[in-house]
């Protein structure tokens, strides 16, 4: 125990004299946390529209104008003829065409149906796919719209199925809800991956390892040395970009305090034991920054904070499954959204401890006192 | 507990075909102040390692300090002192600070700490200096520094691995006066260098050539054997032998 406790006034003292690491550890994961929600957003908003009009009728402009009047699209011109549009498109002053033929009023009146053509830019494939599914609504609603004008009667008897939708636990919408929770796990994983998987490299690469090595110290007790200094960093970290939630994007847990941190507490076991880890497999701080990069890359790719996990293919689920960020991610956003209780996130927490026996037992076994 | 400190007998490191250290045997008695001389490349360091229980020997018997090195390495690191080629103190720590890690990791009591860090401070005329980080010392004092630190848990055998490189002529004669203390006080020491004046002021000598050990006696009687008027003619002899390149 003794030597435990020297240990860890060693880490301290050092990491706390590192005027160099102090702000990257404090300071600009909290700045990143006011600046990434902000950007990340994913509603589409500005598309820029251009209309092919080859009818020029009462209709089409009041189609048009409700278009216009959605708020999510700019319409950026009118054409008589399809080539121009696309020119719009190559020249990426537009992101959708929608075309409406000859006779459309015509046909709509008479024939009862009219048909609109919509052409998408796919290279941003979320603008183009969300873009069509908006027009696809609002053209759906004009059409309701016109029909009751029409025959309200027989518009009520014919019966189409309307489909009313309520967003449970973030009823607006609102993507910040979404992704704050989300990327102060990211930020809480790159500070305590990064920091822990450069450490004992810093010892190698410094020499004093060999000195450490030489002395009574046990393994154990070195990697426990290092690891508490970073997991109550990690516990420092998290609490701050709490309150930072709290107090800019008003978003407050729903769920027990309690069982967040205890589930944190367990993440950041398992995620130091992956740092340490690389770090006793590299021999210098460069090497070591390179893997730790590539597999939080992946990790944080694959963890469902961008993309659901659910719509990856099943080889992605596994992998998403086999890295402890997934899983937080997922605990993090069902305890402060939906106040979720141990319960439902039992298996998560059966995973973590499992990531966290498997890492640490491997980097204990793989760190070396004779080689 | 054994006369000999360190008892040696055809220790070999072998890396793929390469032999680094050679079947080389030897004893070190207890209180002794044994030079391990060679050329660079020779296999001094790969054989102080496996002595100090940080790298497992190929084949062969050694024991330090009445412990084997193949089993008991974490034996061997209580009783043994080791100040390597790098600099291994902490440099974001201060002078007392560096003290207080490396004496409480050896089991000195926090009395005991403040006692012989006051000693070592004094003794080193630091009294100014404890309180700095040790990076900001100059050269020549964190050598001294390091090598009271490595003996302050008074360890049966101190391992030093060119401790003096670097470091100008007065101080390397302080130096020295330190080990000299140090054997006074019964510890053993195992002591590498490139400076032959330093090699006169062993009471034995062993010179390494290509993993072997090639000559091994005291300073007087190897310059007999080669007819040499100092240890620098006697080591020109030996290392000429040598086939390895040095690195």
Not at chain 1, 5 to 18: A, N, V
Not at chain 1, 127 to 147: H, M, P, Q, V
Not at chain 2, 111 to 126: A, C, F, N, R, V
Not at chain 2, 154 to 175: A, M, N
Request: aromatic letters at 12%.
């Amino acid at each position: 125990m003794r030597t435990l406790r020297l240990l860890l006034e060693k880490e301290f003292r050092q990491i706390f004299r590192d005027k160099g690491i102090l702000p990257v550890i404090f300071i600009m994961p909290m700045i990143q946390l006011l600046i990434m929600p902000l950007a990340a957003n994913f509603d589409v908003k500005n598309i820029n529209l251009v209309v092919v009009d080859r009818d020029h009728s009462t209709y089409t402009q009041q189609m048009v104008t409700k278009i216009a009047s959605s708020g999510y699209f700019h319409i950026k011109g009118y054409y008589n003829d399809y080539a121009p549009a696309l020119h719009e498109v190559e020249r990426e002053k537009a992101d959708i065409i929608l075309e409406i033929p000859a006779h459309f009023e015509t046909d709509l009146v008479r024939e009862n149906k009219a048909e609109v053509y919509l052409a998408a830019d796919a290279i941003n494939g979320t603008k183009a796919g969300l873009g069509s599914a908006y027009l696809n609504t609002i053209l759906g609603d004009f059409n309701n719209e016109i029909r009751m004008k029409w025959l309200p009667a027989k518009a009520a008897a014919a019966g189409t199925i309307d489909v009313t939708s309520s967003n449970w636990f973030n009823p607006n919408m609102n993507y910040r809800l979404y992704m704050v929770p989300g990327i102060l796990v990211l930020l809480v994983t790159m500070v305590g991956g990064f920091i822990s998987a450069l450490n004992i490299v810093k010892e190698k690469e410094i020499g004093t390892i060999e000195q450490i090595n030489v002395t009574p110290i046990k393994k154990w007790q070195f990697i426990i040395g290092k690891m508490i200094p970073f997991w109550v960093i990690g516990m420092v970290d998290f609490t701050l970009g709490l309150l930072l939630a709290r107090f800019v994007y008003g978003i407050i847990p729903l769920g027990s305090l309690l069982l967040l941190y205890g589930f944190l507490s367990i993440y950041l076991v398992a995620l130091l034991g992956f740092g340490l880890l690389i770090s006793t497999y590299s021999d210098n701080q460069l090497q070591a920054m390179f893997v730790a990069f590539f597999f939080i890359m992946i990790f944080m790719l694959m963890s469902g904070l961008f993309v659901s996990v659910d719509n990856m293919p099943a080889w992605a689920k596994m992998i998403a499954k086999l890295t402890p960020v997934t899983h937080f991610i997922d605990v993090v956003r069902m305890i402060v959204l939906k106040g979720s209780r141990f319960a439902d996130i039992k298996m998560q927490f059966l995973y973590e401890i499992a990531f966290a026996i498997v890492l640490n037992g491997w980097a204990i076994w793989n760190y070396r006192k004779t080689a | 507990m054994s006369e000999k400190a360190i008892v040696c007998k055809d220790l070999t490191k072998r890396f793929g075909d390469f032999f680094a250290v050679n079947h080389i045997s030897f004893d070190v008695d207890q209180g002794e102040i044994f030079g391990f001389l060679g050329a660079n490349g020779a296999g001094k360091t790969t054989a102080m390692r496996m002595l100090c229980g940080l790298s497992y020997p190929t084949s062969g018997e050694a024991s330090v300090a009445g412990y084997n090195v193949f089993k008991q390495q974490e034996d061997i690191k209580r009783n043994i002192g080791y100040m390597s080629q790098k600099f291994s103190l902490y440099e974001s720590l201060t002078v007392r600070e560096n003290i207080r890690f490396y004496g409480g990791v050896y089991g000195l009591s926090d009395k005991q700490l403040k006692e012989k860090g006051d000693e070592l401070i004094t003794k080193l005329g630091m009294e100014k200096e404890a309180k700095m980080m040790v990076g900001s010392l100059p050269l020549g004092w964190k050598q001294k520094l390091a090598f009271s630190v490595a003996i302050i848990h008074q360890p049966r055998i101190v391992f030093l691995d060119e401790p003096t490189g670097g470091v100008d002529p007065v101080t390397r004669r302080q130096f020295w006066d330190l080990i000299y203390d140090a054997a006074d006080s019964g510890i053993t020491v195992f002591v590498t260098t490139h400076y032959m004046d330093e090699a006169e002021y062993c009471n034995r000598i062993s010179v390494m050539v290509d993993g072997r050990i090639d000559a091994l006696d005291t300073p007087a009687n190897l310059k007999q054997q080669f007819e040499a008027a100092s240890m620098n003619e006697v080591f020109y002899a030996l290392a000429r032998t040598a086939k390895r390149s040095a690195d």
